[in-house]
Nanobody, 121 residues
Framework: QVHLVESGGGLVQAGGSLRLSCAAS????????MGWFRQAPGKERAFVAA????????YSPDSVKGRFTISRDNAKNTVYLQMNSLKPEDTAVYYC??????????????WGQGTQVTVSS
């Protein structure tokens, strides 16, 4: 059974930082690209970042580029999201997801339960 468990969320002031972690089990982590998404109240889920199987390629939208960094440790079956210079509009539930392929395709088949990030102004 596949489990993706996010941690590291919380309440932070604008301009602060958080590092989210997503621990994976039940799948061959090192052969999967991974992604982070977020969903704010009343909004659709939005793509935040993705990383291919060996960390050699990452992707992120302009809204977080330069502030958020995705990374992974295949020895620990964990993917991270370092979030710096946080803004109130970053407030959301953050989810990690496992891509079906080693290279990021945007086709995710497993999702975590999410972790809440709240940025106060």
């Amino acid at each position: 059974q596949v489990h993706l468990v996010e941690s590291g969320g919380g309440l932070v002031q604008a301009g602060g930082s958080l590092r989210l972690s997503c621990a994976a089990s039940g799948l061959t982590f090192s052969s999967r690209a991974m992604g982070w998404f977020r969903q704010a109240p009343g909004k659709e889920r939005a793509f935040v970042a993705a990383i291919n199987w060996n960390g050699g390629r990452t992707y992120s939208p302009d809204s977080v580029k330069g502030r958020f960094t995705i990374s992974r440790d295949n020895a620990k079956n964990t993917v991270y999201l370092q979030m710096n210079s946080l803004k109130p509009e970053d407030t959301a539930v953050y989810y990690c997801a496992a891509d079906r392929a080693a290279w990021s395709t945007g086709n995710y088949d497993y999702w975590g339960q999410g972790t809440q990030v709240t940025v106060s102004s």
